[in-house]
């Protein structure tokens, strides 16, 4: 059923998502196949690639560049970017500087940060970053023995995609191609737990995927009302998977849940293999660096900086994600060379328990239904570039993307 997905039904039900997908995934495959130097080689060629492109069309990476001396032929994997930090704050002041010029606005879309709890800012990808940021979901969700079109269970527990969800072709597309099923968003109440088990006993799905705080609140219902079926896999992502939060889905459903690391600005960019010793982050679709910012009792704490190798519409470079991480001595038993990651330890959208039981997802407390005022924060002076970029999207070009 995956290949019958991936070449017909995805690139014909969605075609803006999953266009040219079959050659996308044939790519990253063959990519994953090469020898530790060759995938190195390949990853430090598309680290140039897009600098070279940043300092070339984008306004704000040229001052930053010619300040700090630096070439994009200079940068290297084996040691950080010269480069000053990408901030929330940058993204937020300097939004038109940090688009490229050689990107039309019909090819940029644009969506919402969350996971924080920060004013969400807006930001902008070019079309084939996200076909590419889709197919590389895709490819980490086979880490998990996965694929295309296996009946799964989406269990977000937010109303951040409440307007997607309501449009009867994401319905179409997600529920009957994908055979994905959402439950309804906002605060899992005991009712709603209970209406879930039903459709869960129902459905049967392959997959049980979602954010950690609430596939464990169902595993401990599931666990005082009785476990009838047990997926083949169970993703958690989107928060912290906490070893308590871990404990309680091995004892439900008699298999280690997968970790997934991923945002909506930069997309899915690391993932638990087979193995479960630790998040790869795969290098074809990002190069990262581990900041150390301090200690905790599973050892240095780093902050994660992620340069997004495939969003060339508004480059992401040593973007801070706010996001800190634990590192492992070891090499994963799978063989990858790639980043290994032993814990998320920094992400601050914990879900919350109220006293009548009911699980409130911590972006659910961050996302507003309302635009909120943005701080003046001055924009940082370009030579040459007191005008608005003629490409700059305005609002109503705004169109949500994955």
């Not at 079959?22 to 130097?37: A, D, H, T, V």
């Not at 704490?301 to 480059?315: F, K």
């Not at 005008?387 to 993307?401: E, G």
Request: overall charge positive; hydrophobic content about 35%.
């Amino acid at each position: 059923m995956g290949i019958f997905h991936t070449h017909v039904v995805l690139p014909l039900s969605e075609p803006e998502r999953y266009s040219g997908l079959p050659g996308r995934l044939r790519q990253i495959g063959k990519f994953e196949r090469m020898s530790e130097k060759q995938q190195q080689k390949i990853q430090l060629d598309r680290l140039r690639a897009l600098l070279e492109h940043a300092y070339t069309t984008v306004p704000y990476y040229r001052k930053q560049f010619d300040d700090a001396g630096f070439h994009p032929r200079q940068a290297r994997i084996d040691r950080p970017l010269p480069l000053p930090v990408l901030t929330w704050e940058h993204l937020r002041a300097s939004e038109a500087w940090l688009i490229s010029t050689a990107c039309p606005p019909e090819k940029l879309r644009v969506t919402a940060s969350s996971g924080n709890t920060r004013v969400p800012i807006r930001f902008y990808r070019d079309i084939e970053g996200i076909r590419d940021k889709v197919a590389l979901k895709l490819k980490l969700d086979e880490w998990s023995g996965i694929k295309p079109g296996d009946s799964s269970m989406m269990l977000w527990g937010t109303g951040s995609s409440a307007k997607r969800e309501s449009n009867w072709k994401w319905r179409m597309d997600e529920g009957v191609f994908m055979r994905q099923t959402p439950p309804p968003p906002g605060t899992i109440a005991p009712q709603d737990l209970e209406r879930w088990q039903f459709r869960y006993e129902k459905q049967r799905p392959t997959v049980l995927a979602g954010r950690a705080t609430v596939l464990a609140a169902f595993a401990a219902y599931l666990m005082e009302h009785g476990v009838r079926h047990r997926p083949h896999a169970v993703i958690a992502t989107a928060e912290v998977l906490s070893p308590l939060h871990r404990q309680l889905l091995v004892s439900a459903f008699k298999s280690e849940p997968f970790n997934q690391y991923g945002r909506r600005d930069v997309g899915m960019i690391a993932a638990e293999c087979s193995e479960h010793e630790g998040l790869h982050f795969h290098p074809w679709g990002s190069y990262v660096e581990f900041d150390p910012v301090g200690n905790s009792p599973d050892g240095i704490v780093y902050r994660l900086l992620v340069t997004d190798l495939l969003n060339y519409g508004q480059p992401f470079i040593r973007y801070d994600t706010g996001d800190c991480v634990t590192l492992t001595d070891q090499t994963c038993s799978c063989g990858r060379w790639f980043p290994l990651a032993g814990r998320i330890v920094g992400r601050l959208a914990d879900g919350v328990v109220r006293a009548n039981g009911a699980v409130v997802p911590g972006i659910a407390l961050t996302n507003s239904p309302t635009p909120m005022p943005r701080p003046f924060l001055p924009i940082l002076p370009i030579k040459g570039a007191r005008k608005r970029p003629a490409n700059a999207p305005r609002r109503k070009n705004w169109a949500m993307s994955a």
